[in-house]
């Protein structure tokens, strides 16, 4: 019974179980924003778990393709793969099985459009970017943070069959949002990537280069971050609430630029993981209490 969760626990590892849980949030934040109600069940359940096996066999072939330099970076090279705990056979079934299935949910119970955008997503991370763009220039993160920022229109895509401008902002805020919360985790590890040859920014340009433009981004960020509100998607509580998180994450950008102190690249790092989750979260609450209140007759300014 122990090596029987030992394994499982192994397994569970290669598919990045706090990364995916992020995106299948921001995934069903899509689903539940994209119908005036609640999202046909069926479609939900089925999208749900489809994006999320998805998302898990990403993560494990990115683990497969990876596991060289995993070995040598100190941030990963406990991972099942180059510890030995799996080997390369187990780790590549597991990946195809998990895409086999979620491709079937998808196709069987969802629809045509949403398998097809979740299977461009998939190869997008998991081998374009994995395998080409990580390794090809330092802008890696800003050209791959594409499909890293799907989930939202995955989900929208789940219940309606279409995309449409909203989806393309959930998309959009996520996209703006990965570079400053990358290169943070980037400057932080960035003797790790210059060991074994990865361009990050920090590598090629230097801490100071990097800081500045996740100080330019962060502001962008801020202007995307409004979209919502400005297009009628949210009312007044998520304005207020991102608001204050966008004022969090442009005080860590500054302090970035004006302090040394080698702790804040991790902790700006851990505000932006938060700052995603409480963001669509605030989301999420501004469309169930416009609900709420349009069913009893009160409108928000």
């Known amino acids: ?26 995934a069903v934040v899509g ?30 072939i990115n683990h497969l393709l990876d596991q060289r330099i995993d070995a040598v970076m100190a941030r990963t090279r406990n991972r099942p793969l180059p510890s030995g705990q799996l080997g390369i056979n187990q780790v590549l079934t597991f990946a195809l099985v998990l895409g086999a299935i979620s491709m079937a949910l998808l196709v069987v119970f969802v629809n045509a459009l949403t398998a097809v955008l979740t299977f461009l997503s998939l190869i997008g991370y998991a081998i374009v ?17 594409a499909a890293g920022a799907a989930p939202p229109v995955l989900g929208w895509a789940a219940v309606t069959g279409t995309v449409d401008h909203n989806a393309l902002i959930l998309f959009l805020i996520i996209y703006v ?24 920014l920090p590598v090629t340009h ?11 981004y962060t502001i962008l960020l801020v202007i995307v971050t409004t979209m919502p509100f400005l297009t009628g998607m949210s009312g007044p ?12 994450f442009l ?17 700006t790092f851990g505000y932006s993981i938060i700052y995603l989750m409480v963001l669509f979260a605030f989301l999420l609450s501004d469309h169930y209490l416009e609900m709420v209140l349009g069913n009893s007759g009160i409108r928000l300014p």
Request: charged share 15%; glycine share 8%; no cysteine.
């Open 206 to 216: 230097g801490v100071e280069f990097t800081r500045w433009h996740i100080f330019f």
């Open 1 to 26: 019974m122990a090596d029987a969760r030992s394994a499982a626990a192994r397994y569970l590892e290669l598919t990045k179980p706090k990364v995916v849980s992020l995106i299948v949030f921001t």
């Open 237 to 248: 509580l998520y304005l207020a609430g991102v608001t204050v998180l966008n004022l969090g």
């Open 129 to 145: 970017y994995t395998v080409w763009l990580k390794r090809a220039t330092p802008q890696n993160i800003v050209i791959g943070g």
């Open 251 to 267: 005080w860590y950008a500054i302090r970035l630029l004006s302090e040394n102190d080698e702790r804040l690249p991790m902790q």
């Open 177 to 200: 949002w990965t570079p400053p919360h990358f290169w943070a985790l980037a400057i932080h590890r960035r003797r790790d990537y210059a060991a074994v040859d990865i361009p990050m």
């Open 31 to 60: 689903m539940v924003l994209a119908v005036p109600g609640s999202p046909p069940l069926v479609e939900f359940v089925a999208g749900t778990l489809g994006i999320g096996l998805a998302a898990g066999s990403a993560a494990a």
